[in-house]
């Protein structure tokens, strides 16, 4: 049992506050790697959140991997999403109210590969070509990267 689950039986689905982190993967084209989640079929970015002990970077890099198979070189940090706009209700009704990291990269290695469980599609998209099944909330932050970039 993960710590989440262990929390969510003692409070059920009461708001709790979760550290995570999440990372905008960019190929050689500058498209970005979404997966399309099983729990409510929007497309989302490669993260989770934190397991007892670990560090910001190794939760992306563990997220990344456990979810896309593949793995992360360099990476770097762009922004901490938190407050109120970030707040959502999980499709089981648990309240997260999370505390997002969210990294950058280029820097991947291997083969994308679906884990079955949690995503049920890998796909790399033209930035300008995001597709509408995307929380408000993963929209604004890939927006808010390119704007920083300059694209």
Known sequence: MS?????RALVGHRPLILAGAVVLIF???QRILLERRTDDNTWDLPGGFMEIGETTEETARREVREETGLEIGEMTL???CSGREY???C??????????????TKDVRGT???DGSE???????PTDDLPGEMLLQVRQIIEEFLKTRGS
Do not use: T
Request: charge should be negative; avoid cysteine; proline fraction near 5%.
């Open 78 to 80: 762009f922004r901490i």
């Open 119 to 125: 995503v049920s599609d890998l796909k790399y998209f």
């Open 91 to 104: 499709p089981n009704g648990d309240e997260v109210v999370p505390v997002s990291i969210v990294y950058v």
């Open 112 to 114: 994308l590969r679906l």
């Open 3 to 7: 710590y989440i689950q262990e929390i």
């Open 87 to 89: 707040m959502y209700v």
């Open 27 to 29: 190929d050689e084209e």
